[in-house]
Every structure is written in C-alpha cells, then in structure tokens.
C-alpha cells in the first residue's frame, strides 16, 4: 500500500500547474514525468477516522487529485490506433531513402482520448529514440548546439492561416517570428525540423481548418509540404472524412492509404523530393459499444480499472461492474472516454462531500455533467453533445421574437382605399 505523502510533497505534486505541451519545455515536462502521479493509498473508513482532522482533511485532498487524475487506460480501440501510430513513427524514423514519409491521421469524436493516445505513444517513442542515441541528436552539426527534439507537438491554430501555423512550429522551439515573410517562416520551420532532429510533428485539432475558405486551404497545403522534410507528419482531427481535408484526395485501394496531391509551397520553395504524392494512414479511435459480447467484456474491463483507482471509504467490489451500473454509465457516458471520465470523477467528489463514500445511480443522477473548456473549439466538433440521464427532458428551446410586420404598403381593399 502507498504511505501517505507528507505535507510538503504532497503540495508541491498537486499544486503545481504543468506547462502547455505546445512548446519544448512543457513537451519535456510531460515525457519526463508522465506517470509519475502517487495515487493516495487505499483506506478503509475504520483507518481514515484513526487519522485525526488534519490528517483526514491532507488524505481529502490526495484522493481528491487521484480522482482527476485517473491513469489512461489502454482500451482495444486505443491498441488500434497506438500500434499503426507507434509502426510509422518507428519504421520513417529508420528509413534512409528519400523518398517522402506516410502521414498518419487520427479521427473520432470529442473526448475519446485522441490527442492522449498519441502523445503516450509519441513520448514512448521519443524516450527509445533518445536511449539510442544517448540523447545526443545524430545529425548535428559538429561544433553546434541545437535543442534535441524528436517529437513537436503543435496544436492548429483557430483561426488558421500559413503564417499562424509556421508561427505556432516555430514557438514550439521558441524560435522568434515576428516581421516575417511566409517564405521566410516556410524556409525556417524546414530548418528548424532538421536542426533541432525533429522525427514526428503532430499537429492536433487539424479540423479546426474550414476548407470553404481560401487560407485554410493553402494552409492545408502548407501542412503537406511539412511531408516533404523528412519528418512524420501526425494529425489529430474530430470527424476527418467529414470535414472536407480529404476533398483533393483520392483512396489507393492497393497500398489501402489516402493520397493526397503535391504541394504548390513544396514546388515553390524546393523541398519537394523524388516521390510527390503525399500519403495517409488513417485510423478511428471509436467509443466503447455495447452490442456484442467482447464490446461489454471491454467496458467491463475499463470500469473495472477505474474502480480500482478510486479512493472511496464505503465502496466494495464491484461498484461500478455489477448489477445494471455498467448499462447506466454506457447510457450517461454514451461510450465516450472523456464523458465517463469526467462523471465519474464529479460523482466521485458528490460522494466525498456527501458522505456516502460510494458511487450508484441515485448519486449519478445528480451529476450534470458540464463541458465548458475554452481551449476546445465547439464549431470543429471538439465538445460531442451530451447524453442526459434518464427521466430529464432536454432544455426548452428559446421561442424566436416575433417582430411586428410593416404593414404600410398593405392592399386594405377598395372600401379601405375609399374610406
């Protein structure tokens, strides 16, 4: 059983705010530290009154942070997408041909642990790749020092635009941008991938760009001279085929990859090589089913890894995997990670300031779950509409203002126009 964390220690691991993965500094803070996370030890209520109040109110406060900060746990729809992303990250990174390396992209719905899977499985690569090479980075240039940084993880801008997404692949590095000209932020994002030995650049919430407008577009063929700098292009998108960046595609039923046209900014600026087609991978991260026997085994075994992580005085085992829980929580979470995580994690804190110390449906019906994050774009499909709990009615719709109409030009009849 884990100890009980000093005070100190126990400050300084919750209260501390980790940066922003989107630049190297805080990419290095979540590879580095990922997993490290000390949950608070099992206790039953017997031993959590031996305590005394503070040390009740510090264990509170520990059980509380292992609440909102469950573990990811590795689902069959996960292992899909980690082994194609681990398989191209790994297998471009050894090529020596210079022929242009297959992208891959991740769709799926809001809250389905998209951008999650692939930075563990980023990190993971990046911690072998810099093990083999004693973190020293194998194409530098004798008698230079450059940042070491096999993985960039960017995220698209909102409103994106060439120069907005070169600027964000530069900050990532934190390289200056400002009074620049395109070709001169394209040339230097080209030479910083290769200077700082960049492998994978991933740039998430890809469908932010709106296809129906003309930057997003040469952005989008921006994005695919990227293709053309020996890197492994991830993109991470809600609802990809949906949102038009397939349009100029076509499907190679043969290699079963999407090919994409060559890009104007590659011809252009001459980082175009010897193969110009730009090629996909893609993969769905889905949300857990309920229809056959191993979709149920599946969600069983999710429940029952979260179960195992809370920290609840009353609860026994089984909690959430026996009786009609499992269907109650399908339906409120409609399979989506991200919606189970968080009604679990609010019902888990009801529970604690209740006093009931256990989580059933009685409890659950209270939890409204609540999805308002700034750094989530509504309008690319970011927040999935929520599933209500059963015998609440949907939120009546405002009824629209009826404005009086101008009726001075109405035909009143010949009596109206004698009268």
């Not at 090529?95 to 991740?106: E, F, L, N």
């Not at 604690?352 to 019906?365: A, Q, T, V």
Request: proline fraction near 7%.
């Amino acid at each position: 059983m884990n100890e009980i964390l000093p005070p100190g220690v126990l400050a300084e691991m919750i209260t501390g705010k980790p940066p922003r993965r989107d630049t190297f500094e805080g990419w290095q803070h979540y590879r580095t530290r990922r997993g490290r996370f000390t949950p608070a030890p099992q206790l039953a209520f017997s031993q959590w009154r031996a305590l005394g109040p503070h040390g009740r109110s510090l264990y509170d406060l520990h059980r509380t942070a292992t609440h909102v900060n469950l573990p990811l746990q590795e689902t069959p729809m996960s292992l899909k997408v980690s082994r194609l992303v681990n398989r191209r990250l790994r297998n471009n990174a050894l090529k020596q041909k210079p022929a242009t390396r297959a992208g891959v992209m991740v769709t799926g719905w809001g809250y389905q642990g998209k951008t999650e899977t692939v930075c563990e499985v980023a990190a993971s690569f990046e911690d072998a790749w810099l093990e083999m090479h004693h973190h020293l980075n194998p194409a530098a240039v004798e008698g230079t020092w450059d940042l070491h940084a096999p993985v960039a993880y960017v995220q698209t801008p909102v409103t994106a635009k060439p120069k907005s997404t070169c600027q964000a692949i530069l900050e990532f590095f934190g390289t200056p941008t400002r009074n620049r000209t395109l070709p001169e932020l394209i040339a230097e994002v080209s030479q910083s991938l290769s200077d700082h030995g960049v492998k994978a650049l991933i740039l998430d919430d890809i469908t932010r760009l709106r296809m129906h407008r003309a930057d997003d577009q040469d952005t989008l063929d921006l994005i695919r001279a990227f293709m053309s700098m020996n890197v492994t292009l991830v993109l991470i998108g809600v609802d990809i085929p949906g949102s038009g960046l397939l349009r100029e595609a076509r499907w190679d039923a043969k290699t079963r990859q999407w090919v994409m046209p060559p890009s104007a900014h590659a011809r252009i600026h001459g980082f175009e090589t010897t193969q110009t087609e730009r090629r996909f991978d893609m993969v769905e991260l889905e949300r857990f089913r309920y229809d056959t026997d191993a979709d149920v085994a599946a969600f069983h075994d999710h429940l029952d890894g979260m179960e195992q992580q809370l920290r609840l005085l009353k609860a026994e085992r089984g909690m959430l995997t026996s009786g009609s829980m499992p269907e109650y929580l399908m339906r409120r979470s409609g399979g989506v990670v991200g919606l189970l995580e968080r009604l679990i994690e609010d019902g888990a804190q009801e529970a604690m300031d209740s006093g009931k110390e256990l989580l059933d449906e009685s409890l659950l019906d209270e939890i409204v779950i609540s999805l308002d994050d700034p750094g989530r774009d509504p309008d690319a499909g970011e927040v999935p509409p929520l599933p209500r709990p059963a015998g609440t009615r949907p939120p009546a719709k405002a009824k629209p203002k009826r404005t009086a109409r101008n009726t001075v030009f109405d035909d009143r009849g010949p009596r109206a126009a004698h009268g």
